[in-house]
């Protein structure tokens, strides 16, 4: 059954909050452009309440590295453009169009 009132919320990428280190146990860890979704309020209500996943918008220049880390939650890296390497526990060349299911506690960079 299709919804009675449909709506589309549109999120301009400069809506979303950007952080680009996070400090941990002391140590600055660059992020390259990180825009986490959740702080959106429209976001964060489309969401089931009972869904457990991190959705995140990252950019990296060139040469730039996300130092590698895990998730106590499954992670989902969709290659948007340009290529790079995958670090950590699986280590690859991916590139435009590829896609990455992690599970919980896989270490990735």
């Not at 959740?38 to 209500?45: G, W």
């Not at 340009?82 to 919980?104: M, P, Q, T």
Request: glycine residues 8%; aromatic residues 4%; charged residues 30%.
């Amino acid at each position: 059954m299709k919804n009675a009132n449909p709506k589309v919320t549109h999120i301009k990428r400069d809506q979303v909050p950007t952080l680009k280190a996070v400090m941990i146990e002391g140590h600055e860890h660059q992020l390259g452009i990180y825009k986490d979704l959740r702080k959106i309020t429209a976001f964060e209500q489309f969401i089931p309440d009972d869904a457990r996943l991190s959705i995140a918008w990252v950019h990296l220049a060139p040469a730039e590295k996300l130092e590698i880390h895990d998730h106590p939650i499954e992670t989902l890296i969709i290659m948007c453009s340009g290529k790079g390497r995958s670090l950590g526990d699986f280590e690859a060349n991916i590139e435009e169009g590829d896609v990455l299911l992690i599970d919980r506690g896989v270490k990735h960079g």
